[in-house]
Each structure stands twice: as structure tokens, then as C-alpha cells.
């Protein structure tokens, strides 16, 4: 049964909140209240819209774009979700080339090796949707990005994947590297990338990775937000998914995530 309006704005401020929590203050949650626990993902996704303004004004800063999950073999494998899945970025969450992470400000924190994007035009409804090949035009730049995860849940397979996407989809920020021109992913996108820790690389990958190309990620979510009336605009930044599973953070180190190409981004890891 469909969430009521007041049961989806009970549960978006209980996301906002939670968002707030950090792990000396509050543990991981087991799951959203029933009262207002999304079941469907079209009521995950309503609530994550109602409760992006009130995220935004108790700190995160403005939405600037947006995350996208779940879009390679090895992330599908590690969460047991077969297709995409979105979320928010905000503009208080995202760094330029270098960040620091206080391991102790997350629940469970977590890295991973993307790609990303910035939109040089609108993305509006399109009569026969968006394919890699119409999306290209939109991007005005191509970056490596590192994303910002945390598990703010106990069980995240538990909790169910409404309840991830109302909750942003584990997104708590992201660290963008130098920009590059558009024509990076005009090809194949063969672009082998890798995570290393410390100077030693802990895993790898290709952004041929991303649902078969980078640019096949950005059309499904200029599809799904077209179709549910928040349609991608110009200046949105938008990480594609990661090629390699979540680099987990068990203890201090250097973190450098690199694209051949694309340069690197780097995070210290507290």
C-alpha cells in the first residue's frame, strides 16, 4: 500500500535526522519506523524528494546533483542489487581534489572509484527516452571522483533497497577531480582506473564497467528523473558508480583513486 503524504513527510524528516547522526552520538539504525518505512521504490523515491530541502537546510547545503549506485558487476555483486539506484549530492559534501575523513564522523564509512560528469545543458523529457549517444552532447566535463559512502544501517540487505534509496542510497559526498572534455567518453570508454591505499593498489577496474559504458548510466538517470518530473539540469554533477567494490576503512591511510587520462583525487583517511 501506498505511503500517505503525511506518512512520506514523517519519514523524510526521519531521514533528515538521521543524516545529522554521527557515530560517537548515535549507532546505525536497524530500519526505518513501519509507520512510515517505504515498501515500494516509487515511494522511496517521493521520499527522498521531500526530504532533500530539509537535509539541505539543517547543514548539507543546496542540492548540487546527483549519485548513481549500483551500476557495475562487482557493486550489483556486493550489494545484490541488479540495477541502478539514485541519490542527492549537496553542496557541503562535495571537494575538490583532495579531502580529509574522520573515520569517527560516519557509522560505517566506505570509499569508491568513479566517474563523473558535469552537465553542460538541461535534460528534459525526450520522446524516445536518452541512449550514451544523445547524453554525450549534455556533458560539458569528465572527471574522477571519489565517492563518500556510509552504511547507516546495521544490515543494509536487511533494511531493503526502498529504504537505501529514500536514505540517499548510502551518499554522503564525494571528492571531484581536474575536468576533462567531453570527448574522453566519446569511444568505447576503455578507461582502466584503481584504488590504492598507502601507494599500493587494493583493487581496479574499467570505466567500460559502468553498465557497459559511463554514459549508459547518465542516460538512466536523465531518464528516471525526466520521468519523474525533476529532470537533470545544466551544472549538475553526477557520479556515475563506482567500477570496484566499496573500499571499506579500517584504518587510517591514504586513499588515491585514478583514471588513466582522467588524474587522480586523493583522501586521508583519520
Not at 535526522?17 to 517505504?38: C, K, Y
Not at 591505499?197 to 536523465?222: E, F, K, M, T, Y
Request: charged share 20%.
Amino acid at each position: 500500500m501506498p505511503l500517505s503524504p503525511a506518512a512520506i513527510a514523517a519519514c523524510a524528516d526521519f531521514i533528515a535526522d538521521l543524516r545529522q547522526r554521527r557515530n560517537g552520538h548515535r549507532p546505525p539504525i536497524e530500519s526505518i519506523p513501519a509507520a512510515f518505512r517505504p515498501e515500494t521504490l516509487e515511494d522511496a523515491y517521493t521520499v527522498q524528494d521531500s526530504a532533500r530541502p530539509l537535509i539541505a537546510a539543517r547543514g548539507r547545503g543546496a542540492p548540487v546533483g546527483w549519485k548513481i549506485g549500483s551500476t557495475s558487476p562487482p557493486m550489483q555483486a556486493a550489494l545484490g542489487i541488479p540495477f541502478p539506484c539514485g541519490g542527492t549530492l549537496y553542496a557541503g559534501t562535495v571537494h575538490q581534489a583532495h579531502a580529509t575523513m574522520q573515520r569517527a564522523d560516519y557509522s560505517k564509512p566506505g570509499l569508491e572509484c568513479e566517474i563523473a560528469v558535469r552537465l553542460a545543458a538541461d535534460l528534459p523529457a525526450r520522446p524516445g527516452g536518452y541512449d550514451r549517444a544523445n547524453v554525450l552532447p549534455a556533458v560539458a566535463a569528465v572527471m574522477t571522483s571519489v565517492e563518500l559512502v556510509e552504511w547507516r544501517f546495521v544490515d543494509f540487505k536487511q533494511a531493503g533497497v526502498p529504504s537505501l534509496v529514500a536514505d540517499d542510497f548510502f551518499s554522503c559526498g564525494c571528492v571531484l577531480g581536474a575536468e576533462h572534455p567531453a570527448s574522453v567518453l566519446a569511444g568505447d570508454a576503455n578507461i582502466a582506473g584503481r584504488f590504492t591505499v598507502d601507494g599500493d593498489i587494493v583493487a581496479a577496474g574499467n570505466a567500460r564497467d559502468i553498465l557497459g559504458h559511463p554514459l549508459n548510466s547518465l542516460a538512466w538517470l536523465a531518464n528516471h528523473s525526466a520521468a519523474r518530473g525533476t529532470p537533470l539540469r545544466k551544472g549538475d554533477i553526477i557520479t556515475l558508480g563506482s567500477i570496484v567494490a566499496a573500499l571499506r576503512l579500517e584504518k587510517p591511510g591514504k586513499v588515491e583513486a585514478s583514471f588513466d587520462g582522467l588524474g587522480a583525487v586523493t583522501i586521508d583517511v583519520v
